[in-house]
């Protein structure tokens, strides 16, 4: 059932680069600039399903317009296999390079905190399901941490410490998120990018929504 459900979203992403893959949005409502010039901005990294769901969530929230801390996004791969290299939507789809969907948040962290972030992203999604969410199933939707620095790798921790002990134990549920060094990424397709701003009628996951 699920292999059924991954051949039908790849259906209609081959659809959609055909017929209705923009709908000429301003990209720049989706860019931001640093606040401030002492500081740099910082990068998080969230593998939480389909990517397309996980950018938009996270826009729907943090609108860089509204100079909420993110500053721009990007969908692709990372957390694969060495030797798959540059790998195409397909060939993550296939499960063969190991690679997951993911999100690229480039933030400023005098208007945002990492922990922050992190939290955002337990309650937008199920980190309790192994390779799946909702009806999307493959190592490509696994719930992952990518992170950026030994300090990431701390906060990442301890916000899941506490968000296992406070939303997931009292329901004798288990976090199944990987907390994992960041490696090589690699920008989705340009058609993937704002995917669901570009396509507002297009497939979203329905775990993909705030928990609490």
Known sequence: ???RLNQVRTALVSFATKSFSTTGIDASHY???MTSASQQPEIATFAAGCFWGVEHIFLKHYPPSEHKGILKTAVGYTGGKESSVNPSYREVCDGTT???EALRIEFDPSVVAYDELVEFFYRTHDPTTVNRQGGDAGTQYRSAIFTHSPEQAAIAKRVTEGVQAKHFTPKGKRIVTEILEAGP?????????LYLFQNPE???CPTHRLHW
């Not at 990424?185 to 990018?193: G, I, L, N």
Request: proline share 0%; glycine share 4%; charged share 25%.
């Open 98 to 100: 190991q690679h997951a």
């Open 31 to 33: 860019r931001s600039a």
């Open 185 to 193: 990424w690699y920008d989705a397709e340009e058609y993937h990018q």
């Open 202 to 204: 297009g497939y979203q």
């Open 1 to 3: 059932m699920f292999r």
